[in-house]
């Protein structure tokens, strides 16, 4: 056994250094070609680095010299970078020789982009107090607006984390198959029944008995109801429910609330519209959220991709993501549409890569 | 042992082969370096970019999209630019501490801080939110260096007449790309039009076509500068 491990290890560092012979480094694009070296992803011959353009080994080395040329100190990219050998054995074209060694490789330290004078690693200080937008990741946190001193009117939103629970915000997939090519982007795919077609976010008003999520009030109807529902923490969260509203309750009063999936309620406003799931399901859609009716009254289930609806509450944040903007609810993306005419938006499916 | 050394051998030998097969034509290298050493030079410029890109469309068909963009850059910090196409309209503004990213059609915008200078602007915005700028590649420090990098096979295949201006025109490819650039034949060696086909991908094309080059303008500082204009809202952006 102790005189296979030392074999063993041979075996793995050999088939270590074989993967990386033979499997190819895929330089990082950046706009529409790679720029491995701006960008410092790639070695260069200047450091006898190995790389593997045609030349003769035996070819002697050229001098290398700083270049006579100045940079003007205010150059749109800091001046022309040359880190890879212009040594050429021979020109394979026509061109006299005398151009072909012309040039001698510079060494300079400021070559790569990241590395350049006055690089920006270094969060700055937003001495002007600019707005400046939200900066989400697919993982829901904001990282925007962080290195801001006396940040104090920077975020343009709302914090909804109270109001705009993730759980209730996770989109069940469509079971009608996509006949649209997803829209890629960030490592994800967005599929859409139907074409984007913007139109501005105005969040949609239900009418007076309907209270947007924040909304605060001292106390409520007696004709409020106790909708209990078991939270992911197993803990019960106790919800009270009016007309199609649902609060949670403060210290103070009650504050208006998403609809938690799985709450249960025996009627909904009449203002509900009927919304098409699939050929075989219907949901019921008021207050941002969904209803399956069953025989005891109506359940608030999750957001099913593909769903068209006609307008969205209050608590939405228009997001662009990449070439598209897009209303998110927490995991929830409405891509805004058209529908005979009438601006509409649909739950969009969100498959990673 | 020795029959795994003559594996790995076996194995690596047709990469080795392969990576050796590189042909770097030293004029087309001394053509590109020439027209970066004048963009390296320049304190500013503005240009005109009309350009076209394939994309494949719901029936997996092609569709050819046009772009019209004006560009103004002053260094190191300053840039701005202005996109009129059959995909959108839009412009960027950066003055050195923020960019911002204006649409026309959706009258809204993105703001964000920034690097203090231009490539680093650009190659963050890209990184980070996919942001493509007109023509940026051109701009990069090391533009020769990259294209050396990137493609196995970079040759000079002569001159060539683009609107009926002598250039020098330069093929590069590798197994994925194939680019190809025509620099004008002037003292200023300036880019006059790009073409890239995607060969691992319907053969999709990107072509761009460089106009009125203006070197080292006089540029007021205000037009870098972005004023929202009225009902534009600030909206939120989600990171690659």
């Known amino acids: 056994m102790n005189t296979y491990l030392p074999k063993l290890k041979t075996y793995a560092g050999l088939l270590v250094l074989f993967l990386a012979l033979v499997l190819p480094l895929k330089s990082i694009k950046a706009q529409r070609l790679g720029h491995g070296v701006s960008r410092g992803g790639g070695h260069t011959m200047s450091r006898g680095g190995g790389h593997t353009m045609s030349r003769p080994s035996s070819r002697p080395k050229a001098t290398r010299t700083m270049p006579t040329r100045s940079t ?5 990219n800091g001046g022309h970078t040359k880190n890879k050998s212009r040594n050429f054995s021979k020109p394979t074209t026509k061109t006299p020789s005398r151009t072909a060694n012309k040039k001698v490789s510079t060494n300079r330290n400021n070559s790569k982009v990241t590395n350049r004078k006055g690089s920006n690693n270094a969060p700055k200080l937003n ?67 139907r074409p984007y077609y913007y139109h501005p976010y105005r969040p949609f008003y239900w009418g007076p008995v309907w209270h947007p999520w924040g ?25 009270h429910y009016d007309n199609g509203t ?13 609809a938690p999936v799985g709450a249960e309620v025996p009627s909904i406003p009449k203002e509900a519209e009927e919304v098409t799931v699939n050929e ?57 549409i058209q529908v005979d005419g009438k601006n509409m938006y649909e739950i969009v499916e969100v498959k990673a890569e | ?53 394939d994309k ?32 959108g309209n839009h412009a960027f503004w950066y003055n050195g501490e923020f960019m911002t990213y204006y649409s026309f059609d959706e009258n809204n915008y993105v703001t964000l801080e920034a690097p203090d200078n231009i490539i680093t602007m650009i190659d963050s915005m890209y990184t980070r939110f996919d942001f493509r700028f007109p023509a940026a590649d051109f701009f990069y420090p090391s533009f020769t260096d990259d294209i050396m990098e990137a493609f196995d096979n970079i040759q000079y295949n002569g001159q060539k007449t683009v609107d009926g201006e002598s250039c020098f025109y330069i093929i590069a490819t590798n197994p994925d790309t194939n680019v190809q650039i025509w620099v004008s034949n002037t003292m200023n060696m300036l880019p006059k039009r790009m073409v890239i086909i995607q060969k691992n991908k319907e053969n999709l094309q990107y072509e761009a076509h460089f ?30």
């Open chain 1, 246 to 258: 649902y609060y949670l309750k403060t210290e103070d009063g009650f504050v208006a609330v998403q």
């Open chain 2, 56 to 87: 494949l469309n719901a029936d997996s068909n092609i569709e050819k999209h046009y772009k019209h963009s004006e560009v103004t850059m002053v260094g190191p910090d300053k840039f701005v630019s202005r996109t009129q196409g059959d995909q």
């Open chain 1, 280 to 336: 075989t399901t219907n949901n019921y859609y008021y207050g941002g959220a969904f209803y399956e009716k069953n025989a005891e009254g109506y359940v608030v289930v999750p957001a099913t991709a593909g769903t068209i609806v006609p307008g969205l509450p209050e608590g939405g944040e228009e997001v662009k993501v990449g070439e598209v903007t897009y209303v998110q609810f927490g995991d929830t993306y409405y891509q805004p």
């Open chain 2, 1 to 53: 042992m020795k029959k795994l050394f003559f594996a790995l051998a076996v194995f690596t030998f047709p990469f080795l082969v392969q990576a050796q097969e590189k042909q770097i034509d030293s004029t087309a290298i001394f053509i590109l370096d020439k027209m970066s050493d004048v963009i390296g030079d320049l304190a500013s410029v503005s240009f005109t970019l009309n350009s076209s890109v």
């Open chain 1, 127 to 193: 001495t002007r107090n600019k707005k400046t937008s939200n900066i989400k990741t697919k993982n829901n946190n904001r990282v925007g607006n962080k290195t801001h001193i006396g940040n104090n009117n920077v975020n343009i939103n709302v914090n909804n984390s109270r109001h705009n629970n993730i759980r209730n915000t996770r989109v069940r997939s469509s079971s009608v198959r996509y006949t649209r090519p997803p829209y890629r982007y960030g490592g994800h795919r967005y599929y859409c029944h």
């Open chain 1, 72 to 76: 003007p100190s205010r150059s749109i």
């Open chain 2, 211 to 240: 106009t009125k080059w203006e070197l080292n303008p006089e540029v007021p500082n205000s037009i870098f500068e972005f004023t929202p204009p009225p009902g534009a809202k600030l909206i939120s952006i989600l990171e690659k």
């Open chain 1, 215 to 239: 909304y605060f009030v001292t106390s409520l109807a007696t004709t409020a109801i106790i909708v209990s529902i078991v939270n992911d923490d197993d803990d019960e969260d106790e919800y």
